[in-house]
């Protein structure tokens, strides 16, 4: 199987000081991730720390959720917390207001809702 993916490293917020943090303010990181998308044409994509990637049991073919996370050609309804929009070709979610609100429980919490809707695989 082919995967429509990349990587892109951020230092973490208290890394480089004001310069990293500005990263992380939610207008820019949903701006970071929406350019991302315009350009690259995901099949998803997302925000997410290695901490939150390794606690989520992710099964071959599932994508990870993260703090934004954008999946193509799925509509998300509902979420425990944060919030879900129609943005490209698919659904934009953010899992918290902010950054430092995301917990591993967030994560877990919002993968449970994705799962429920079969929205864990992008549809192709």
Do not use: C, K
């Not at 993916?5 to 004001?18: A, C, K, R, T």
């Not at 070709?89 to 591993?104: H, M, R, S, W």
Request: hydrophobic letters at 45%; a negative charge.
């Amino acid at each position: 199987m082919i995967v429509n993916s990349f990587l892109l490293d951020f230092p973490s917020p208290n890394e480089d000081g004001e310069h990293a943090d500005r990263l992380y303010r939610p207008e820019t990181a949903s701006t970071i991730i929406q350019a991302v998308v315009l350009a690259w044409e995901p099949d998803w994509a997302t925000w997410v720390t290695p901490t939150m990637r390794n606690n989520q049991g992710r099964q071959p073919g599932e994508l990870v959720v993260g703090w934004f996370t954008y999946i193509r050609g799925v509509t998300v309804t509902s979420l425990p917390a944060g919030a879900a929009r129609r943005f490209a070709d698919g659904t934009l979610i953010q899992a918290a207001p902010e950054f430092a609100d995301v917990t591993a429980d967030t994560v877990v919490a919002t993968r449970d809702a994705l799962r429920s809707q079969s929205a864990l695989q992008p549809a192709t």
